[in-house]
């Protein structure tokens, strides 16, 4: 399976692009609709959604959103000239210069459009760069006439989409692996209804649990009060406590990586009210206990060939040499430290930046959105694998 980009732009030939996603979608891969404003002309991202599975997103950084290939089909001559000369005018175009993987491209147009030198030089430009094209086929064009520039069948698209991440070699690196993550925030009752809880969305572990599904790898997520989605593909744990978290842990612990990004309580209150406790005008004093250390649990438990990886959210100032400390002391190949007293990055945002650390030494990983620092970290567990 595969993370795919699919640009459609503004040609008759935008319906078809519907049965495109329907064919990638049944074949397993993940499906990154983006229409172009041409395109809801014929079309409406709404059906391409829904035909993908997936809800309209707010995210300000989907032009970054990582992918293993983009593909743009139909593509217009307009946006064949854009994509020629490096244009950033739309979130199409923003998400092609962003994107470091193959493209493949479906024109389609007028035969006279397609014929102009102004076109051919534009797909001279993209070929020398290495972009696939499928078609323009000979044929009868929607507007009646005849000739090169009618856009390849779905079908066959498809299979050349397939063709290339199978040459790629991008696809699927962890298959057959058990990718274990941990995800939100956990919440200790003080009572019924009040808890003792963190501000951690669950994005970070999101993004891990989606990227290691995208790899291929057989994903548990143990979720912690997600204030996201859960992505689709993976096997939800519902852990809202750190009690929860560490049994569901502690009985998935044969996995081949465990990646516990959930932020765990430290402490929980002792006891719990069995009852909402009312208001009242005294104050109200709460004991709170220690909760135990999963990720030392699992640590001290590991089995060979297993990669462990421990996420650490601190202040600047000693966080990262105790960051260092945490990671010998809990026997985890990785560990990613997040900055939590700036407020730009890690709990809640959109994007992280973190220092990675692992037997290869220390990265700084510069601030990026949660799905690429995902990837580096997921790059990283590749490489230690490849060396057991
Ligand atoms: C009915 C109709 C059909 C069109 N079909 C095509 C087409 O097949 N290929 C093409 O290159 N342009 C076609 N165009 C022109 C594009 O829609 C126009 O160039 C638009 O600016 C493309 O924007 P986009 O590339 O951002 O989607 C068509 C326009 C109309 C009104």
């Given amino acids: 399976m595969a993370r795919i980009l699919l640009g459609v732009t503004g040609g008759i030939a935008a319906y078809k692009a519907c049965t495109l996603v329907r064919l990638l979608v049944r074949a397993g891969h993940d499906v990154y609709p983006i229409l172009t404003a041409g395109a809801e002309r014929f079309v409406s991202a709404e059906t391409f959604f829904a035909l993908a599975r997936r809800a309209q997103s707010d995210d300000p950084y989907q032009h970054l959103e990582h992918a293993d290939l983009l593909v743009v089909a139909p ?62 086929e000979d044929g009868e064009l929607a507007e009646g006439e005849v000739g090169v520039g009618r856009m390849a069948e779905p079908e066959q698209i498809a299979l050349a989409i397939e063709a290339l991440l199978a040459g790629s070699g991008k696809e699927r690196p962890l298959r057959g692996r058990r990718v274990l993550v941990s995800a939100g925030g956990t919440r200790e009752p003080l009572d019924t209804v009040r808890f003792v809880g963190n501000r951690s969305s669950g994005r970070m572990g999101v993004a891990l649990a989606e990227e290691a599904r995208r790899r291929g790898a057989e994903v548990t997520l143990l979720a912690a009060n997600l204030a996201v989605q859960a992505p689709a593909g993976v096997t939800v744990v519902e852990t809202p406590t750190a009690a929860d978290l560490e049994r569901e842990a502690l009985a998935r612990a044969d996995a081949d990586v465990i990646v516990m990004t959930a ?49 650490a959210a601190d202040g600047a100032e ?16 990785i560990f990613v430290f997040n900055d939590v ?35 580096t970290v997921l790059d990283e567990v590749e490489r230690i694998l490849s060396e057991q």
């Fill in 341 to 375: 007293s700036r407020s730009d990055i890690g709990f809640d945002s959109l994007e992280n930046e973190v220092v990675l650390l692992s037997n290869g030494g220390e990265r700084h990983v510069p601030k990026a959105a949660k799905s690429e620092i995902a990837a």
């Fill in 318 to 333: 000693s966080g990262l040499d105790r960051a260092r400390q945490k990671r010998s002391a809990k026997s985890a190949d």
């Fill in 75 to 136: 593509l217009t001559a307009n946006t064949l000239a854009r994509l020629a000369h490096g244009l950033a005018d739309d979130l199409l175009t923003e998400a092609a210069l962003a994107h470091d993987g193959p493209l493949l491209v479906a024109p389609a147009m007028n035969v006279r459009m397609w014929e102009h030198a102004a076109t051919r030089a534009n797909a001279e430009t993209l070929r020398a760069r290495g972009a696939v094209f499928v078609g323009p």
């Fill in 263 to 311: 932020a765990v309580a430290d402490y929980r209150p002792a006891r719990p009210e069995a009852e909402k406790r009312p208001k009242g005008a005294a104050p109200w004093t709460v004991r709170l206990e220690p909760t135990s250390d999963v990720l030392a649990a699992l640590g001290a438990g590991r089995r060979p060939n297993q990669v462990l990886v421990g996420f």
